[in-house]
Nanobody
Framework: QVQLVESGGGLVQAGGSLRLSCTAF????????MAWFRQTPGKEREFVAI???????????AYADSVKGRFTVSRDDAKNMAFLQMSRLKPEDTAVYYC????????????????WGQGTQVTVSS
Protein backbone atom coordinates (compact mmCIF):
# COMPACT_ATOMS: atom_id res chain seq x y z
CA GLN A 1 0.00 0.00 0.00
CA VAL A 2 1.37 3.37 -1.05
CA GLN A 3 1.46 6.11 1.54
CA LEU A 4 2.92 9.60 1.63
CA VAL A 5 3.20 11.02 5.13
CA GLU A 6 3.92 14.70 5.74
CA SER A 7 5.30 16.20 8.92
CA GLY A 8 6.78 19.46 10.13
CA GLY A 9 3.81 21.80 9.95
CA GLY A 10 2.89 24.13 12.77
CA LEU A 11 2.43 27.70 13.90
CA VAL A 12 5.15 30.23 13.14
CA GLN A 13 5.44 34.00 13.19
CA ALA A 14 5.77 35.97 9.99
CA GLY A 15 9.39 36.00 8.87
CA GLY A 16 10.06 32.62 10.42
CA SER A 17 10.92 29.27 8.87
CA LEU A 18 9.57 25.74 8.77
CA ARG A 19 10.76 22.56 7.13
CA LEU A 20 8.19 20.11 5.86
CA SER A 21 9.08 16.46 5.30
CA CYS A 22 7.34 13.84 3.22
CA THR A 23 8.13 10.16 3.67
CA ALA A 24 7.06 7.66 1.04
CA PHE A 25 6.05 4.09 1.85
CA UNK A 26 5.31 1.42 -0.72
CA UNK A 27 6.82 3.13 -3.72
CA UNK A 28 10.31 3.81 -5.03
CA UNK A 29 10.59 7.56 -4.89
CA UNK A 30 13.26 7.92 -7.56
CA UNK A 31 10.67 6.87 -10.18
CA UNK A 32 8.52 9.93 -9.38
CA UNK A 33 8.61 13.66 -9.49
CA MET A 34 7.80 15.03 -6.04
CA ALA A 35 5.77 18.17 -5.60
CA TRP A 36 4.20 20.27 -2.89
CA PHE A 37 0.77 21.83 -3.14
CA ARG A 38 -1.20 23.89 -0.66
CA GLN A 39 -4.85 24.55 -0.06
CA THR A 40 -6.91 27.03 1.92
CA PRO A 41 -10.64 26.67 2.68
CA GLY A 42 -12.83 27.30 -0.33
CA LYS A 43 -9.94 27.37 -2.78
CA GLU A 44 -8.46 24.85 -5.16
CA ARG A 45 -5.24 23.08 -4.39
CA GLU A 46 -2.37 25.33 -5.53
CA PHE A 47 1.00 24.26 -6.92
CA VAL A 48 3.92 25.34 -4.74
CA ALA A 49 7.08 23.55 -5.89
CA ILE A 50 8.37 20.46 -7.63
CA UNK A 51 11.61 18.52 -7.57
CA UNK A 52 11.85 16.24 -10.57
CA UNK A 53 13.52 12.84 -10.43
CA UNK A 54 16.58 12.16 -12.54
CA UNK A 55 19.70 14.20 -12.93
CA UNK A 56 18.77 16.70 -15.63
CA UNK A 57 19.58 20.18 -14.29
CA UNK A 58 17.21 21.70 -16.81
CA UNK A 59 14.25 20.21 -15.07
CA UNK A 60 15.50 19.98 -11.53
CA UNK A 61 13.08 22.28 -9.70
CA ALA A 62 10.30 24.75 -10.30
CA TYR A 63 8.42 27.08 -7.99
CA ALA A 64 5.26 29.13 -7.92
CA ASP A 65 6.05 32.81 -8.28
CA SER A 66 4.58 33.47 -4.85
CA VAL A 67 7.24 31.36 -3.12
CA LYS A 68 10.23 31.76 -5.42
CA GLY A 69 13.30 32.82 -3.49
CA ARG A 70 11.75 31.87 -0.14
CA PHE A 71 11.03 28.14 -0.46
CA THR A 72 13.44 25.35 -1.42
CA VAL A 73 12.33 21.89 -2.49
CA SER A 74 14.65 18.91 -2.19
CA ARG A 75 14.61 15.15 -1.99
CA ASP A 76 16.63 12.25 -0.63
CA ASP A 77 15.79 9.21 -2.69
CA ALA A 78 17.94 6.95 -0.56
CA LYS A 79 15.63 7.74 2.37
CA ASN A 80 12.49 7.91 0.23
CA MET A 81 11.87 11.44 1.43
CA ALA A 82 11.11 14.87 0.03
CA PHE A 83 11.39 18.22 1.78
CA LEU A 84 10.12 21.76 1.56
CA GLN A 85 12.21 24.35 3.36
CA MET A 86 10.11 27.47 3.86
CA SER A 87 11.74 30.73 4.88
CA ARG A 88 10.56 34.32 5.30
CA LEU A 89 7.07 33.02 5.79
CA LYS A 90 4.12 35.33 5.30
CA PRO A 91 0.56 35.13 6.66
CA GLU A 92 -0.62 34.38 3.12
CA ASP A 93 1.42 31.17 3.21
CA THR A 94 -1.06 29.80 5.76
CA ALA A 95 -2.57 26.63 4.30
CA VAL A 96 -2.64 22.87 4.46
CA TYR A 97 0.44 21.64 2.62
CA TYR A 98 0.41 18.37 0.70
CA CYS A 99 3.19 16.37 -0.89
CA UNK A 100 2.39 14.49 -4.07
CA UNK A 101 4.11 12.01 -6.38
CA UNK A 102 3.79 11.90 -10.15
CA UNK A 103 5.26 9.52 -12.73
CA UNK A 104 4.05 11.55 -15.73
CA UNK A 105 1.73 14.39 -16.66
CA UNK A 106 1.47 18.11 -16.18
CA UNK A 107 3.42 19.07 -13.07
CA UNK A 108 1.21 22.09 -12.41
CA UNK A 109 -2.10 20.20 -12.23
CA UNK A 110 -3.14 18.50 -9.01
CA UNK A 111 -5.36 15.97 -10.79
CA UNK A 112 -2.34 14.54 -12.62
CA UNK A 113 -0.61 13.33 -9.47
CA UNK A 114 -1.00 9.67 -8.60
CA UNK A 115 -0.28 9.78 -4.88
CA TRP A 116 -0.99 12.30 -2.12
CA GLY A 117 -0.21 12.73 1.52
CA GLN A 118 -2.80 13.60 4.13
CA GLY A 119 -1.59 17.18 4.49
CA THR A 120 0.01 19.19 7.26
CA GLN A 121 -1.22 22.54 8.52
CA VAL A 122 1.04 25.56 8.32
CA THR A 123 -0.16 28.70 10.08
CA VAL A 124 1.77 31.95 9.86
CA SER A 125 0.78 34.65 12.32
CA SER A 126 1.28 38.33 11.63
Amino acid sequence: QVQLVESGGGLVQAGGSLRLSCTAFGLTLNNYAMAWFRQTPGKEREFVAIRWNGDSPSFSTAYADSVKGRFTVSRDDAKNMAFLQMSRLKPEDTAVYYCAAQSAGSPWTASEYQYWGQGTQVTVSS
